[in-house]
């Protein structure tokens, strides 16, 4: 495979800043993460330094398609299967306020009342990656999303247990790369910054 896969988490919101976990909830940038989204492109086009991708699929929420317009991106598509990890009842809260009744809690570790499973989250990455692996044939592809759901597509890239994306960090508006070496997966890089020009 000589092309590869860009990973780019939507700029900041103010749920993000603040720690509040954000899936279904249609929450817009703020002008801290517009201007990181213009810084995000900035990075993308040097990194690229090449002809337009192949494909660019956004989640529907609006800080996703938002970022990737801000980035100078042509979206091609836009899936609920890009979208962010379901949160459930734990929609809007904060990791301190959920281990005020849920001691330990992780969303890598404890169930999602309401919402979805690691192992459903992982399904809907693998359809992600199937359809980006089929496009990458024809050069590259660029994914706009979220941050856990992003850091589950590495893991998932990498042939790792859904679970296993707690360890990839991926800051508002980081990017991140995947491809292979001689058919095997490959993380070329993790959570580049956006470039302040």
């Known amino acids: 495979m000589d092309h590869v896969l860009y990973l780019l988490r939507h700029g900041e919101t103010e749920w993000s800043a603040t720690g509040r976990h954000t899936g279904r909830t249609d929450v817009p940038l703020t002008a801290e993460g517009e201007r990181q989204a213009r810084d995000a492109g900035v990075t993308l086009a040097r990194l690229r330094a090449g002809s337009g991708p192949a494909l660019v699929v956004t989640s529907p929420r ?6 990737a317009e801000l980035a100078g991106l042509t979206v091609s598509e836009t899936t609920e299967d890009l979208a962010e990890w379901d949160y459930g009842d ?8 959920i281990r005020e009744t849920v001691p330990g809690w992780t969303v890598w570790t404890h169930p999602m009342t309401g ?7 992982g399904a809907r990455a693998r359809r992600v990656l199937d359809r980006a692996t089929e496009a990458m044939s024809g050069g590259d592809v660029v994914l706009v999303g979220h941050g ?14 859904p679970a296993a994306g707690v ?3 991926l800051s508002a508006a980081g990017l991140s790369v995947l491809g292979d070496e001689r058919g095997e ?3 070329r890089h993790l959570n580049l ?3 302040t020009e």
Do not use: D
């Not at 609006?62 to 970022?67: D, F, G, M, P, W």
């Not at 856990?148 to 247990?161: G, Q």
């Open 62 to 67: 609006e800080r996703a398609v938002r970022t």
């Open 115 to 121: 919402g979805e499973s690691a192992e459903e989250v």
């Open 167 to 169: 360890h990839f960090g």
């Open 185 to 187: 997966p490959q993380l």
């Open 90 to 97: 734990y929609e809007g809260r904060t990791t301190p306020e």
């Open 193 to 195: 910054p956006p470039i």
């Open 148 to 161: 856990h759901f992003s850091r589950v597509l590495i893991a998932t890239w990498l042939r790792l247990p």
